[in-house]
Nanobody, 119 residues
């Protein structure tokens, strides 16, 4: 019924860039907001960035202007352009979607894509 599929994770050197993509497949829900969370080994999952349907954006403080989130409402896709990557950015990055009907809402997650920043 609902599927979020991420792509774009990879091994990159410090200072490098990656672009993550996520496609949401749903025929039932309205996609209110989409975004990205990440989870490093031994740490809790944390917010990276979110964007709602009117493109209100929220970034985590650690992004520091290095990451840019964008969204294509027509394609049900969200992107995360990550520049100036640091080893501390190494984590599994999860796509997130806030999906709603007139009476309900729910949080949905993708399977995750690995980002490794290392020389």
């Amino acid at each position: 019924q609902v599927q979020l599929v991420e792509s774009g994770g990879n091994l990159v050197q410090p200072g490098g860039s990656l672009r993550l993509s996520c496609t949401a497949s749903t025929s039932t829900f309205i996609i209110y907001a989409m975004g990205w969370y990440r989870q490093a080994p031994g740490k809790q999952r944390e917010l990276v960035a979110t964007i709602d349907f009117i493109r209100t954006i929220k970034y985590a403080d650690f992004v520091k202007g290095r990451f840019t989130i964008s969204r294509d409402n027509a394609k049900n896709m969200v992107y995360l352009q990550m520049n100036s990557l640091e080893p501390e950015d190494t984590a599994v990055y999860y796509c997130y979607a806030d999906l709603r009907t007139s009476a309900t809402r729910g949080d949905y997650w993708g399977q995750g894509t690995q980002v490794t920043v290392s020389s």
